[in-house]
């Protein structure tokens, strides 16, 4: 960590220093008041395309490139700016699965890169079944109660999530979900520690505080084992050109499948459970996260927008369009919803720097503002601060729950053109939540579909709104470092709605 430190050149620019020394006043605001230490960064580099040095994760200095640079960020090749060496820094992925190889050929997410549109139309029905199920096993409100929103949002997500994983039976087990749903926390916990172990220390500390998550890895793996001895006995037995009879359609099927043919001498029962595991750590939080989040920015909305009828009325109005199906091309029709979730992933993320790359060039990489980046630097966009930018949205601080879908009937009036550049899974410099360009989430075809129906579900059998000690403002979500904490404990008075209401 250290060496990268000393490596960068001296005339990259530094935060808060007119000199290559950061000083330690510096270091500790970026533990204790990172957001005005980014607005500073951003302020005086990267909002005018310039490149800057900014304290980060365990004491080490990161480069922050500008979002005008996005482009060409998205352009470099993976052997320059390397995305998954990046996040290995961060999660610490090698450690909590064991394995580095599950970082270095992530084939599990070339699957989902490769397949999600596809499984996608195949699997939206099952989701939106599961919904049905995992609704009101883990939301089941009498009359009146406060419900913490992210404990209870964590498990249908994993639950519906893991429909789309593992398939039925196994994503209702509750042990099967309690288990993933602590591998992922405990691999969060563990990453934390292990960026601020010193590298000395590191084999000792990361054996001792894995233990935890080696349990729960084995005993994902118990439930996964008669899955993939079935499964790997068929695909071999029938070949893999042909579907055999009843075959699955889930993602653990399509990892199968991947593996047997591109990779067949990774196929063992621990690598693919692992791999399931690194899945759920992608799918779960974040989408935990981000439809909380929504949840309690609908509820605190102004009363002006009546968020959470419009989102109802217009996802009723879409659904008999279609036969009351709720598939893709529904799914693309709920433009104010849409809209909603937009806003508040722009508001309320987790992450608050996007395109976290490595350099791994030998030679390093020049910026197109003329720096030479050296290998073995971090690289990143302050992403949190291009979203909070007067000069790219008004009033960034509010929450306007139909900021984008009012744009995007705006300009297909005017111009007679489709505007879904501003859809929820768009992205651009301007919107990050999801990176940008090759490596941007595949996974947010996936959570579009399953917010839009989480939303469906809850809200037309509930209302929402804040406990009234919150007086009408919504809870603030504080920054630890430069992480923006998710809403944990956050409760919101959910209320049955009468049958008339429907
Ligand atoms: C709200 C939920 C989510 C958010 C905010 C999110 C965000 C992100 C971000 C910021 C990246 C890095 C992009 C880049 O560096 O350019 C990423 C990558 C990735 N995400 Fe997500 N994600 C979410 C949900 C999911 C889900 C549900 C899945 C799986 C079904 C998933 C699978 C992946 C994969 C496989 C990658 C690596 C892509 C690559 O390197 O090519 N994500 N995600």
Redesign the pocket.
Known sequence: QWRTFRKLPASLPRVRSKDANISWSTRWAYLTDCQKLFSEAYESFARNGKTCVVPGMGFKDEVHLSAKHTQWI?SQPDAVLS??E??REIDKGDWNTGSADYIHD?W???V??KD?ARVLEILADAVDDELKYAVPEHLNVATQEDVDVLETMRWIVAQI?SR??VGLPLCRNKDYLYQSLAFADLAILNSGLLIYTPSLLKPMVGFLITLPTRYRRWKIKQYVKPLYIERVQRLRQNGLNTKYDNEPTD?LQLMLRYALEKVPQKVNLTAVSDRVCL?NL??????G???SHALINIAASNPEFNTAEAIRQEIADVLRANGGVFNKAAAAKMIHTDSVMKES?RTH???TR????KVVSPEGVKTPDGHVIPEGATTSVLSWHVHQDPDLYENPSKFDPFRFSRQRIAGTEKRGVDQSGLAFVS?GPTY?????????????F??DM??KMILHHVLQVYDIELLPEHNGVRPDTPWVTEAMMPPTGVKLRFTRRSVDKN
């Open positions: 998205a995305p998954e990046g996040f992530p599990q997410s070339a989902i890169r999600m999530s789309f994983t993602n899945s992608a799918s779960f939080h974040q989408t996260v981000t439809v992933l993320p987790f992450g996007a395109m976290i790359r992205t990050l939540p999801f990176g940008h360009g090759k490596h941007a989430c595949p996974g947010r996936l959570v399953e917010i």
